[in-house]
């Protein structure tokens, strides 16, 4: 491997509680079935050698990192850089509803190109996808810098790498909508500090096609 090169398994959580009631940004725990779609990651992952987990210091992408960290005899470290998009004062609220109410925002989402899309405030609050992406990025940059030529596992969330394939061009809103990427699927890449590669794209749902770099 290149030794100025890190690798990065982006992983999903498994279902949560709030992914059950299609619920914005609550921090509830994995369900039964979510502890059971990360320890099925952790099966496919095992022989992967991974040098260090890190993770959202959300509960169910802590508990999700845990269990795949845990074959690997590792501890996870948490990062609140490596949180979901904050939703403002639409957290809490069943998804389907705003979409709804928020018809109009959801439309230009879908239909305006991302670098007008992504300085739009959702809600009030709400970071913005631009915000969200300058924080995560950051956090896997200086990951990477600081495990360079060694492999990484995130435990993250389905809005940041949904976010982070559109922002690289591979894919547009209009694909990735909704729950497009499964609880406890992975986004494989590599970074060298500065730019980001994609290796490997799992879990996509509605036949998405992803373009990899």
């Not at 890190?54 to 169910?60: A, E, I, K, T």
């Not at 061009?169 to 499964?182: A, F, N, P, R, V």
Request: hydrophobic share 40%.
């Amino acid at each position: 491997m290149n030794n100025s090169v890190c690798t990065l398994y982006v992983v999903r959580h498994g279902q949560s509680e709030a992914n059950v009631k299609d619920l914005y940004g609550l921090d509830t725990p994995l369900t039964h079935l979510g502890k059971e779609q990360a320890a099925q990651t952790a099966q496919n992952l095992k022989n992967i050698h991974f040098d260090a987990v890190f993770s959202s210091d959300f509960l169910r992408a802590k508990e999700t990192a845990e269990i795949i960290a845990k074959e690997h005899n590792l501890l996870v470290t948490t990062k609140k850089a490596l949180r979901e998009k904050y939703m403002g004062e639409i957290e809490g609220r069943n998804a389907k509803e705003v979409k709804t109410e928020l018809k109009e925002l959801f439309n230009m989402r879908e239909n305006e190109p991302y670098e007008k899309w992504k300085h739009v405030r959702i809600a009030l609050g709400a970071e913005t996808d631009d915000e969200m992406m300058a924080r995560f990025l950051t956090e896997l940059r200086e990951i990477s810098l600081a495990y360079a030529g060694k492999t990484v596992l995130i435990g993250s969330h389905v809005g940041l790498m949904k976010t982070l394939l559109i922002h690289m061009g591979l894919t547009t809103h209009k694909e990735m909508d909704g729950q497009s990427i499964e609880n406890a699927a992975y986004i494989k890449l590599r970074c060298d500090g500065i730019e980001f590669f994609i290796d490997e794209v799992t879990g996509l749902k509605n036949n998405i096609s992803v373009k990899q770099t």
